[in-house]
């Protein structure tokens, strides 16, 4: 059931978010002090937590107090919750017998992350909370050149999770009403019908995870599949430059990524620029830190986010820790939006491969490594997979001459060039590239502690072991 009054209250938050949007940085600083003052406040006036957090911490600048990682959060839900009403016990049995649209106490949405990390979360948010966070995704399909309105109906293509419980197939059907009409598909779904159905459709907007983007590109280069897309966006999993490069050659210069967080909701959006995505800074303070949580400079990649966000109350976060590492680009973006821009990720650090050190312990290595190699082969999709026996590189696809042992030593090359100790790399053709339960093709995944990577763009997907409530922008 479609609730009209939640969409119109994200459309009508979008209105004052334009308007920031031709702000000076100066004025955005400003509204951020003042924001995340009222936020401090809040928090300390209503979190149990957050009093003995943030101690004798009243005056001290944001970057002096302490970080805020998922497990202290999952360890002390019930104080930090600013809700008496509020605790954990039950927001996990709801998240277990949740049936239909029926709320957590009635008000509550409540998005879980999958628990790759070791850490599953759970994160409750109100009315208001939420309709931020649908207008932050709003904002993403405005930046990719979308007009969004009640009288303009724009065509939809959405391919997502195969789970009909998944957060994007309710979403998806949510908004389906809303900006009629959508066609929703099944990642999983045969790709032959899948191009069937798009040609029939001819979508305005394709909207899939980056491995679909990637098999449809190919399938309109082929000239299988006639659509002309106005935009389309990258929903899920990295989006790597050959993915883009494909998708461009396919439908002209019209494809964006998009970034959020089940935890910390719309964070970044890419312009009509393409120069990388913008941070949604009127939202949330970003801070792009080192492993010790010391500021990275422009130009250099980070170790993990640290994220405030400004309108949460619920759960406050500040200063709350995400494990993506990205980069901020060195100069402002031509668009003259005064938020800046990430110019590049590598994907997050938990979902990376580890290695044994040719230094001894154990070296870490970032999805992106493997992609630079992988995206110039004649392929139509591969797969890094880690098993016991060392890395197998799948191929599929191919569409022209491949020297399978050159491919082999240029993975160990890079992996030695990492740190890596001796790397085992296998090549093995296979059909098709083996999906997740969620329907997801991940570029790199490991068997070895179950870990499976999942791209940083997570807008819209989850895996449907994780159940969810709540709405289009979380993963
Ligand atoms: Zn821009």
């Known amino acids: 059931m479609v609730d009209i009054e939640l969409m119109l209250s994200a459309l009508w938050k979008r209105l004052p978010m334009r308007a920031r949007e031709r702000w000076t940085r100066q004025h955005l600083e400003a509204y951020q002090a003042r924001e995340l003052r009222a936020l401090r406040d809040y928090a300390c006036a209503h979190s149990p937590f957050y009093r003995e957090f943030h101690k004798g911490l ?52 409540v998005n879980s992350t999958s628990g790759t990390s070791g850490h599953p979360g759970l994160f409750v948010v109100n009315r208001d909370e939420w309709s931020m966070e649908l207008a932050t995704a709003i904002r993403a399909f405005e930046s990719a050149g979308l007009k969004l309105n009640l009288a303009r109906r724009t065509r939809i293509a959405q391919i997502t999770s195969t789970n009909p419980s998944h957060l994007s197939m309710q979403g998806g059907r949510d908004m389906a009403n809303w900006w009629m009409p959508t066609l929703l598909m099944a990642a999983s779904e045969p790709l032959a019908s899948m191009v069937e159905r798009l040609n029939a459709w001819r979508p305005e907007m394709l909207w899939a995870y980056a491995s679909i983007i990637h098999l449809l590109a190919d399938e309109q280069i082929a000239g299988r599949l006639k659509i002309a897309p106005r935009t389309v966006l990258s929903a899920s999993e990295l989006l790597t430059q050959g993915i883009r490069r494909r998708a461009v050659a396919a439908w002209g210069d019209v494809v964006f990524d998009t970034y959020a967080t089940t935890d910390c909701g719309g964070i970044g959006a890419e312009c009509d620029q393409h120069r990388g995505m913008h941070l949604q800074e009127d939202v949330s303070i970003i801070e792009v830190v080192d492993r ?12 993990k986010l640290l994220v405030t966000v400004l309108g ?3 759960l406050p976060l500040i200063r709350y820790e995400l494990e993506d590492s990205v980069r901020l680009a060195r100069s402002m973006c031509p668009c003259g939006r005064p938020f800046r821009l990430i110019d590049a990720v590598r ?27 992988m995206d110039t082969l004649p392929v139509s999709g591969w797969q890094v997979l880690q098993d016991a026996d060392g890395l197998h590189v799948l191929l599929c696809g191919v569409s022209g001459a491949l020297d399978e042992e050159k491919l082999a030593r240029s993975v160990r090359d890079a992996l030695k060039s ?7 790399v296998e090549i093995e053709w296979v059909p098709s590239i083996p999906q997740t339960t969620a329907g997801k093709t991940p570029l790199v995944r490991s068997d070895l502690n179950g870990i499976e990577f999942r791209g940083i763009s997570d807008a819209l997907s989850r895996p449907p072991e994780a159940p969810i409530a709540g709405g289009p922008h979380a993963n």
């Open 58 to 109: 009243y005056e001290a600048p944001l970057q002096n107090l302490p970080i805020l990682t998922k497990s202290i959060l999952m360890d002390h839900f019930d104080d930090l919750a600013t809700d008496r009403a509020i605790h954990l016990g039950e927001v996990k049995a709801y998240i277990e017998d949740r049936r239909g649209d029926e709320r957590f106490l009635g008000r509550y949405w």
């Open 418 to 424: 990492q740190g890596v100790a001796n790397p085992v």
């Open 347 to 373: 994907g997050r650090v938990e979902e990376s491969l580890s290695f044994p050190a040719a230094a001894g312990g154990v070296v870490t290595v970032h999805p992106i490594v493997f992609s630079n190699i």
């Open 292 to 303: 010790d949580n010391q500021p990275v400079e422009p130009g250099v990649f980070g170790d």
């Open 312 to 314: 949460s109350r619920t």
